[in-house]
């Protein structure tokens, strides 16, 4: 199981967090700010696994985006890794070629995917395309009440 995913810039600012263990506010920042200063650290030639705690912690970088999850000790990290690469293979379909502007502006459409394919620290959802098929379904809904809003509003009078 998937403690908790994070996704962090080079320069250490974190742009995505998703736990799925309930931890204090307190010991979350104690531990991103750990985990951020341990892996930026870290030379590109090390091995993308440590150990961290009673956990392991498994990340890899894309572009300028470092991605990484913690899982327990007797999980199988090739799988944690597959799982962060499905997650940016679904992020590139959806963003094209992703970058850290895409996140910090669509932070809600990474959550989105996200959501789609882990659900509870578990894998939910393997298939890209079921997962992109429900991103596009959430966007026409969320287009659809836009639309349904303005007309609203154009017929009080307010636009």
């Given at each position: 199981?998937?403690?908790?995913m994070?996704l962090f ?10 736990w799925?263990?309930?931890?204090p506010?307190k ?5 991103i700010?750990?985990?951020i200063?341990i ?23 894309y572009?300028?985006l ?19 690469h499905r ?16 996140v ?6 990474a959550y989105?995917m996200?959501?789609?394919?882990l659900?509870?620290?578990i ?10 098929k ?9 287009d659809?009440?836009?639309?349904r ?8 009078g307010?636009?």
């Open positions: 199981m998937i403690e908790f994070l810039s080079r320069q250490g600012k974190l742009r995505l967090q998703r799925y263990s309930a931890l506010v010991e979350k920042k104690k531990i700010r750990e985990l200063a892996i930026l650290t870290r030379k590109s030639k090390m091995c993308n696994f440590l150990e961290y705690r009673d956990k392991k912690i498994v990340y890899r970088r572009a300028s470092f991605f990484c999850c913690a899982i327990d000790k007797e999980d199988n990290e090739l799988l944690a890794l597959e799982i962060i997650f940016v293979e679904l992020l590139d379909k959806f963003f094209g070629s992703v970058c850290e502007l895409d910090i502006f669509n932070f809600e459409k989105f996200l959501d789609e394919l659900l509870g620290g894998v939910q959802e393997t298939s890209k395309s079921h997962v992109l429900a991103i596009q379904c959430q966007e026409m809904m969320a659809d009440a836009e639309t809003t303005h007309a609203v509003l154009e017929e009080l307010f636009s």
